[in-house]
């Protein structure tokens, strides 16, 4: 740049120092240049031709503030002798003219072409280091197994199956009924952890028997870093004693609190909640995204009467958008306790006791095809067995018998349909 450039009364800023603020030209002499710097109380001088100086330059729409702390829109700029005028507004429609020497020398480049034209560039190792960390970000949000194998838990693939075709779903309702010691919890915490993290979830509620509660907290947090808050008795006793705080240091506002409200993750026993209607009520106000009961195989129902303890989880159940019960399996508590189960799951398809055991007839008949097609393969169905996939699959049994895979593709259509 040449002498020309510089004009006494010019704001220009320092490339290599941006925290002296906006410099002013105090002084040409030959091949320097003097900027006094108010902001740090500093002046510098620059050889012209290498100085690291760029010009500051508001442009129309941008907001300028005075050495006096007003601010102002720039509406236009007028170039006097190098030395820069704008006309502003303050909010109303009269234009004020300031000149570019009464500027405040603290400035904040926060827009992009605000440092394009202050010379503040990063270097281009931090600008590919952002990029690599976007492009990981992405790929990890694409993986098909995000929020599935950053558990701490050894990676059994009847775990991952199952956590991954529950997770994926939109505020999942179904029943974990695995064999003792199989993992219904390490299985329950990976379908947590992936809807959390997903977003698909953001308010969790686990219920558990109060002998439970602990080993409940400490798998959650050691194994999927889930930091769940227990609600209990001593919760409410805590709240009331803050109630019982003189007038000036309450707060209306907390006398009514409720705990379920205030907790993203809340883990609490069944027991608990039955010996507090208040706890209960709380609780169902609070609403869920999702909600985890598990022992649910100890919640008593008959057609003729329901315990306590399963209307309650029967009300938590319809205030919450899913739910994941876990059980033992089915076929050691009876039908009417699997059925009871599956109540809670979907009242509206599950309503009938008599009319789900006659379901239950249709479902061994289809069991014994499935079975058999695992065995023989589809092409060596028996006759009788072709007829029975025709009248439950329709039309769309030749489109599965033409597929890569008939059995596989057979098999998922009668899962589709009947569970």
């Known amino acids: 740049m040449d002498t020309s450039e510089f004009v006494i009364g010019q704001r220009w800023v320092s490339h290599s120092d941006t925290a002296l603020g906006l410099g002013i030209v105090t002084e040409i002499s030959g091949r320097r240049v003097t900027l006094g710097f108010p902001a740090a109380d500093e002046e510098r001088t620059y050889a012209i031709d290498n100085a690291p100086l760029s010009r500051i330059i508001y442009q129309i729409g941008e907001e300028i503030e005075t050495f006096e702390g007003e601010r102002y ?10 030395v820069l005028m704008y006309h502003a507004e303050d909010g109303s429609e009269n234009l004020t003219q300031i000149s570019e020497v009464k500027l405040s020398s603290v400035v904040d480049f926060s827009a992009p ?3 394009l034209f202050a010379g503040q560039f ?22 098909s197994a995000q929020g599935l194998i950053g558990a701490r838990t050894q990676h059994l693939p009847h775990q991952i199956y199952i956590a991954h075709e529950v997770a994926t779903r939109y505020a999942p309702r179904v029943l974990l009924a695995d064999e003792v010691g199989l993992g219904k919890t390490i299985e329950a915490g ?9 977003s698909r979830a953001r308010r ?23 930091r769940f808050s227990i609600i209990d008795q001593g919760r409410y006793e805590a709240m009331e004693d803050f109630a ?20 993203q993750l809340a883990l609490c026993s069944l027991d608990f909640l039955m010996s507090s209607e208040q706890a209960q009520a709380d609780a169902v106000a609070a609403g869920w995204d999702l909600m985890v009961v598990d022992e649910a195989h100890h919640l008593a129902w008959s057609p003729e009467a329901a315990s306590p303890e399963y209307r309650l989880v029967e009300q938590l159940s319809a205030a919450s958008n899913g739910l994941l019960l876990l059980t033992a399996t089915p076929e050691q508590v009876g039908v009417a306790s699997h059925f009871a189960r599956l109540r809670l799951l979907d009242p509206a398809r599950f309503h009938d006791l008599e009319a789900f055991r006659e379901e ?7 069991n014994r095809v499935v079975s058999r097609i695992n065995e023989q393969g589809i092409t060596a169905l028996s006759g009788e067995d072709r007829r029975s996939l025709e009248e439950w699959l329709g039309d769309e049994l030749d489109a599965l018998m033409s597929a890569q895979q008939p059995e596989r593709a057979v098999i998922d259509a009668l899962l589709d349909r009947h569970g």
């Open 204 to 226: 969790v509620l686990i219920v558990v028997p109060d002998s439970l509660i602990h080993q409940w907290l400490v798998e959650m947090l050691r194994r999927f870093n889930l």
């Open 360 to 366: 239950e007839k249709q479902y061994e008949v289809i």
């Open 73 to 82: 829109v720039v509406r236009a700029v007028e170039d006097l002798g190098g």
């Open 190 to 198: 990976l379908i947590l952890h992936y809807q959390l993290h997903t």
């Open 113 to 115: 072409h605000q440092r």
């Open 244 to 263: 019982e705080l003189p007038e000036e240091d309450d707060d209306p506002a907390d006398a009514d609190e409720n705990p379920f409200e205030s907790e």
């Open 122 to 143: 990063d270097r281009n190792g931090a600008f590919r280091l952002r990029v690599a960390t976007a492009q990981h970000q992405d790929r990890l949000r694409a993986s």
